[in-house]
């Protein structure tokens, strides 16, 4: 007896493009939940935000504390280049995948602590800025006032890292400080605090 076998039709697969469109999220076009959907986009944003600001802040302290702790050992054990590079290897070998313990930077972190130990009122603005934003200060500035300028204008603006560099780069504390822009008699006599106004700006860019 002969079976007969038909040719059966696979079913056509759907295109790899049908597919991912059954994938998209579509978006909510309920206008009526709008403002209540971005209160909870809010939360979310505000609790990231707080989680940043709260790792930054026990970053600043761990490299404060690390510099604080290598300062010390320069005093009392001798240490020197040579000992602290021995650190950054061990700290290496031990945590393989943790960065940011290189030797010059253990070196940055003592003298981060060396410059401002004795500065206890910037204590919080330091651990306002990240990492990146403390080095360009502390690598650029070389006064305490002008440190101190550039801290409080970087958090109050909340400057990102690139735009820190550029103030620096065109001594925006020289121009708004230690040379204040020149204010003609007659605008003096129209308004005695005219030059104070002016320095305070600080963003002469726009002036």
């Known amino acids: 007896m002969r079976y007969v076998t038909r040719n059966m039709k696979k079913p056509a697969r759907k295109s790899a493009s049908a597919q991912t469109k059954r994938l998209e999220v579509t978006p909510a076009r309920s206008p009526a939940h709008e403002s209540s959907f971005r209160k909870v986009v809010e939360m979310i944003e505000a609790a990231r935000a707080r989680a940043y600001h709260a790792v930054n802040n026990e970053l600043i302290d761990l490299y404060w504390r690390v510099g604080e702790f290598i300062s010390r050992q320069i005093a009392a054990a001798g240490w020197g280049k040579n000992t602290v590079s021995d650190l950054s290897v061990f700290i290496r070998a031990r ?84 040379s204040p822009p020149k204010v003609s008699p007659l605008v003096t006599q129209i308004h005695p605090a005219a030059e104070t106004i002016f320095k305070d700006t600080y963003l002469l860019d726009f002036l």
């Open 95 to 178: 945590r393989p995948g943790i960065s940011g313990f290189s030797a010059s930077n253990l070196w940055r972190m003592r003298q981060f602590h060396d410059t401002y130990a004795g500065q206890p009122k910037l204590a919080a603005l330091l651990r306002e800025l990240n990492w990146t934003q403390n080095l360009l200060i502390l690598a650029r500035a070389k006064r305490p006032e002008e440190r101190e300028f550039y801290l409080r204008l970087c958090a109050r603006e909340k400057w990102p890292s690139r735009e820190l560099e550029r103030q620096l780069a065109g001594a925006l504390f020289e121009r708004t400080v230690l």
